[in-house]
């Protein structure tokens, strides 16, 4: 089993050999933020958690930026970034279906008990370590806070 630093780079390679100018500057963007985050003070070098963390990061921003080029009349920015959200999730896991989501998400609320929406910080604990780098956050709150809603 490779690992993800080690795909990483075989991509990059992949990449220039076939002149793929968008995986290329995404492979190398992402790269360069995974080493910027291990020289930070106290950091140590990322294993593939980390390195999903980054990528979830990178692609948080990236859709972020979506919006604002659509809000600003600039369809075009907001395609490539759209580009380089469907590379850079190519390094995620497979991605939790709405269904599995909310399975789990029922689950969680299950285990601690919660009883409506001021347990949600409750809930999220148990089920962010279980759905890490298969749902991104914004996502699993807003699942979690309607599930939650239905119980009170």
């Known amino acids: 089993m490779t690992t993800l630093k080690e795909r990483l780079t075989a991509d990059l390679k992949d990449a220039m050999k ?21 020289v930070e003070p106290g950091a140590s070098e990322l294993d593939d958690a980390g390195i999903q963390q980054v990528i979830a990061t990178l692609i948080k921003q990236r859709r972020d930026s979506v919006e604002q080029f659509k809000a600003g009349g600039r369809p075009e920015l907001a395609e490539k970034e759209e580009q380089e959200i469907s590379v850079l999730q190519r390094y995620l896991p497979q991605q939790l279906t709405p269904a599995e989501l909310t399975a ?21 604990k148990n089920v962010n370590p279980k759905v890490q780098g298969k749902a991104e956050g914004k996502a699993i709150s807003e699942e979690v806070k309607a599930q939650l809603a239905k119980l009170s």
Do not use: H, N
């Open 18 to 38: 076939a002149k793929d100018e968008l995986t290329l500057s995404v492979v190398r963007m992402l790269k360069s933020a995974v080493k910027y985050k291990e």
């Open 104 to 124: 789990a998400v029922q689950a969680a609320i299950a285990e601690v008990g919660a009883k409506g929406p001021k347990d949600m910080g409750a809930v999220m």
